[in-house]
């Protein structure tokens, strides 16, 4: 599968000294295309774009761009998934000792619902939902991309899943995570949802103890 | 404003005898409009959706559907914001005593974003976002709609909204109750879903007092 490369990788780190220079640049072009093609997704939607659109704006020529990905459904998906892994790679680095502060952590986890992830991955879910072929990819991405941002949540929050009703808690604040993103589709919802989150905050803070 | 005789229309209610036969046809025609609007939308998306298309499934000449609704913009917007009020005194209507039982006023709020309807209105959000015709239209319809859900779940959930932190519970419930929706988009969330409110049910009486 086409993201497997991507799993492997260390987001951050630099080139190994033991690969060829060939094999650096074919990551580098692919790295491009993923980037380029979130950037993309969110900006035109799923109908505005293509392979070729993304290649043109990642400077890589058509062909790199269908070596890399066969179809247009391999360039999205894993571009979503790639900077899903970017970002919770990042998350998980502004919290190195978990939860100290539950408030902040539960900012920063809405803050992935807001950026353009957040839109391109909606532009993403909308398309799945009215197109056969892109559906069941899309379903399944988004339940590995899922998986894990609730297992960063219980990590940075402290949570005892084992207590009863603590990991439906987690799930509903990632629920809202998801609706404040949408909340924030065509307005700057910031100011709201900061009292909202500063709200539930305590709640959560009561739930989890 | 192409909604103002819907707004003026008490759902449910039968067409008033001094009515002319003439006004009733074209209020049952307007009706169908809206109604195959959403239909359309939630099933085939705003690329999907043309006015043509619309009138051929309200078994409408194009020429009458224009006649109501001069651009497509007018036929959708004013379709979403139908539907959401006939949904809305639907909702009213189940518990006319108010928040005698929180949890199924809080399951009956979610509905709303799991059905059709939802469906549509993302379908018209996503592609406001990108269209900058559509955009101030939708995000006026967004506003008006989410104020008046707000009202409906303060008053059948009997919430005090001068007691601090209690307008904040409220719209994070519905920030919750839309990033559900979009949780239920490709596949069906309903088990995880009610597992998920029944604990936040359970919060927001703590809260609520």
Known sequence: MSTTAERDRVPGQHP??????????????RQRLLEAAVAC????????STVAVVAERAGVSRGA????FPTREDLFTAAVE????????????LFPDGAADRRAVVFALVDLY??????????LWVAA?????????????EARVGRETHRIAVDLLGADESRPGVRETVQGLLDMARGLGLANLLTDD?????????????LLEETLG
Chains 1, 2 share one sequence.
């Not at 761009?65 to 890399?68: C, G, N, R, W």
């Open 16 to 29: 190994k000294p033991d690969r060829s220079p060939k094999q650096d640049r074919s990551r580098a072009t």
């Open 41 to 48: 997704l969110a900006e035109h939607g799923w109908a505005g």
């Open 65 to 68: 761009a269908q070596h890399h």
């Open 82 to 93: 790639y900077v899903a892994e970017e970002r919770s790679t990042a998350l998980r680095a």
């Open 114 to 123: 807001t950026g353009p992830l957040f839109r391109a991955a909606l532009h």
């Open 129 to 141: 939902s009215d197109e056969e072929q892109l559906r069941p990819r899309v379903t399944e991405l």
């Open 190 to 202: 910031t100011a709201r949802r900061e009292r909202v989150l500063a709200q539930w905050a305590l």
